[in-house]
């Protein structure tokens, strides 16, 4: 069946799109009346990591027309801009915890023109995600996909192809995998949109903040360059973002985050931050729940892989690869390739004194330090990990775009501990003024 030309909608190349996405994202975003502020550096320095994105496209065609010397060579160089610019984001996520005066950001849009941007921006997306194409380039995946993401999307494959549909059943298996991935990774897309979308409303107190989160987050390359091709990049950073809406609720942020370290291994390292975050605010309660959650989410890995015949699973076999493993070897594809291991090894021990670091400093936290702290410990992952390490942009792309919009939050810290105000208190308390004994009056004295 012959294709509609006018369903037959292909974004511009890498190139075309960096510099269209550019030019709109200024003319949406820019404080033309103060050219020399903080957030306009914040706007330019967002597309600071393209041109590594483009070398390593540029060097993969070298190498597949068998310019290997060339192909090399420009994988090296867009590795070390890759690492560059994630250095600079690094600082700048530190150095966020020292501003304090954030006036509001005000878009050179109208809100409802703005949200009707970002809403043709995710259908158009979308409608790329969902197009076959016959292009090598279009379906090479970054990085090896945990276990977990990968039992995912193979139970929601096996759920579509036990469908009644007689058109799903004429599908082949992989036409059926690939319209499961791609559905699943806008739809994780979409909730990091709603995400940042509600985070603007509710915490920033500003809905065109929270309208141009979103937008935004659309409208960077690193998003389209990823569009429909990465579940195991968006997966993760879903629970992420939702766990930064709900702060205020050290079990629901605990299981969020737990939930997310329990298919994918670097939210995890998270944990120190966020745990320091609700230091005598909840931080048991938090612990629990994010334990909780990663033990739930191995344990079912575990179960499924066992039941499949196949033994390894999960974490473990993530922490087995010389990848996360930085005494080991690389194998992989990055700036380490063909490196000695004690070259990785000082930058693994300087990222493990700022886990420390940031787990009891500042103190108290409030949300700005968990946003910007969050970008950094993200960010520090891509200098020691040795798979594709600096390519993972869309782990802490949200936590960069609130940083860019958010306003002061010096107020917004976790909510006081206070007796009896968690779930299990409360279900104690309401059990026990339903079976406790009537309350006796004493009698009531007669006058004389």
Same mark, same amino acid.
């Given at each position: 069946?012959?294709?509609?030309?006018?369903?037959?909608?292909?974004?511009?190349?890498?190139?075309?799109?960096?510099?269209?996405?550019?030019?709109?994202?200024?003319?949406?975003f820019?404080?033309?009346?103060r050219?020399f502020c903080?957030?306009?550096l914040?706007?330019?320095?967002?597309?600071?990591?393209?041109?590594?994105?483009?070398l390593?496209?540029?060097?993969?065609?070298?190498l597949?027309?068998?310019?290997?010397?060339?192909?090399?060579?420009?994988?090296?160089?867009?590795?070390c801009?890759?690492?560059?610019?994630?250095?600079?984001?690094?600082?700048?996520?530190?150095?966020d915890?020292?501003?304090?005066?954030?006036p509001a950001?005000?878009?050179?849009?109208?809100t409802?023109?703005?949200?009707?941007?970002?809403?043709?921006?995710?259908?158009?997306?979308?409608?790329?995600?969902?197009?076959?194409?016959?292009?090598?380039?279009?379906?090479?995946?970054?990085?090896k996909?945990?276990?977990?993401?990968?039992?995912?999307?193979?139970?929601?494959?096996?759920?579509v192809?036990?469908?009644?549909?007689?058109?799903?059943q004429r599908?082949?298996?992989?036409?059926?995998?690939?319209?499961?991935?791609?559905?699943?990774?806008?739809?994780?897309?979409?909730l990091?949109?709603?995400?940042?979308?509600?985070?603007?409303?509710?915490?920033?107190?500003?809905?065109?903040?929270?309208?141009g989160?979103?937008?935004?987050?659309?409208?960077?390359?690193?998003?389209?360059?990823?569009?429909?091709?990465?579940?195991?990049?968006?997966?993760?950073t879903?629970?992420?973002?939702?766990?930064?809406?709900?702060?205020?609720?050290?079990?629901?942020?605990?299981?969020?985050?737990? &939930?997310?370290?329990?298919?994918a /291994?670097?939210? #995890?390292? !998270?944990?120190?931050?966020? *745990?320091?975050?609700?230091? $005598?605010? @909840?931080?048991g309660?938090?612990?629990?729940?994010?334990?909780?959650?990663v033990t739930?989410?191995?344990g079912?890995?575990?179960?499924?892989?066992?039941?499949?015949?196949?033994?390894?699973?999960?974490?473990?076999?993530?922490?087995?690869?010389?990848?996360?493993?930085p005494w080991?070897?690389?194998?992989a594809?990055?700036?380490?390739?063909?490196?000695?291991?004690?070259?990785?090894?000082?930058?693994?021990?300087?990222?493990?004194?700022f886990?420390?670091?940031?787990?009891?400093?500042?103190?108290?936290k409030? &949300?700005?330090?968990?946003?910007? /702290?969050?970008? #950094?410990? !993200?960010?520090?992952?891509? *200098?020691?990990?040795?798979? $594709?390490? @600096?390519?993972?942009?869309?782990?802490?792309?949200?936590?960069?775009?609130?940083?860019?919009?958010?306003p002061?939050?010096?107020?917004?810290?976790?909510?006081?501990?206070?007796?009896?105000?968690?779930?299990?208190?409360r279900?104690?308390?309401a059990?026990?003024?339903?079976?406790?004994?009537?309350?006796?009056?004493?009698?009531?004295?007669?006058?004389?």
């Amino acid at each position: 069946m012959e294709q509609s030309i006018f369903i037959d909608f292909h974004l511009p190349n890498a190139t075309t799109w960096l510099y269209f996405s550019f030019i709109l994202a200024l003319t949406l975003f820019f404080q033309f009346s103060r050219l020399f502020c903080v957030r306009n550096l914040d706007l330019l320095t967002l597309f600071l990591l393209c041109p590594g994105f483009l070398l390593l496209y540029e060097a993969r065609h070298q190498l597949a027309v068998g310019r290997t010397e060339r192909g090399d060579r420009e994988l090296i160089l867009g590795y070390c801009w890759l690492l560059a610019g994630s250095a600079y984001w690094f600082v700048r996520a530190v150095f966020d915890m020292g501003l304090v005066r954030r006036p509001a950001v005000t878009p050179n849009l109208t809100t409802a023109g703005l949200g009707f941007l970002g809403v043709a921006l995710f259908v158009g997306q979308t409608s790329v995600a969902l197009r076959r194409t016959s292009d090598p380039s279009e379906t090479v995946q970054v990085g090896k996909r945990p276990t977990p993401i990968e039992q995912v999307q193979g139970q929601a494959t096996a759920v579509v192809q036990q469908a009644p549909a007689e058109t799903i059943q004429r599908a082949s298996p992989d036409d059926v995998r690939f319209w499961v991935e791609r559905t699943l990774c806008m739809a994780c897309h979409a909730l990091i949109i709603v995400a940042l979308l509600l985070i603007g409303i509710r915490h920033f107190q500003d809905r065109a903040a929270g309208i141009g989160m979103g937008t935004l987050y659309l409208l960077v390359p690193y998003t389209a360059f990823d569009v429909g091709r990465q579940l195991h990049h968006v997966w993760p950073t879903a629970f992420l973002v939702w766990a930064v809406f709900f702060y205020r609720r050290p079990v629901v942020a605990g299981w969020l985050l737990g &939930l997310a370290a329990g298919t994918a /291994l670097f939210p #995890a390292l !998270l944990f120190p931050l966020w *745990f320091g975050f609700y230091a $005598r605010r @909840g931080a048991g309660r938090f612990a629990r729940a994010f334990l909780s959650a990663v033990t739930i989410s191995v344990g079912i890995t575990a179960l499924v892989m066992g039941w499949g015949g196949d033994a390894g699973f999960g974490i473990a076999t993530t922490l087995s690869l010389p990848d996360w493993q930085p005494w080991k070897a690389p194998t992989a594809e990055s700036i380490w390739t063909g490196a000695h291991w004690a070259y990785r090894l000082p930058l693994f021990v300087l990222f493990v004194a700022f886990l420390a670091g940031v787990a009891v400093w500042p103190s108290p936290k409030n &949300l700005s330090h968990l946003i910007s /702290l969050s970008a #950094a410990v !993200l960010i520090g992952v891509q *200098f020691w990990h040795a798979d $594709r390490g @600096g390519v993972y942009v869309l782990w802490y792309l949200p936590f960069l775009v609130m940083m860019v919009f958010r306003p002061n939050l010096t107020a917004a810290e976790p909510p006081s501990l206070e007796p009896a105000n968690g779930i299990v208190s409360r279900i104690a308390v309401a059990a026990w003024r339903r079976v406790r004994p009537p309350r006796q009056e004493p009698p009531k004295q007669l006058a004389v």
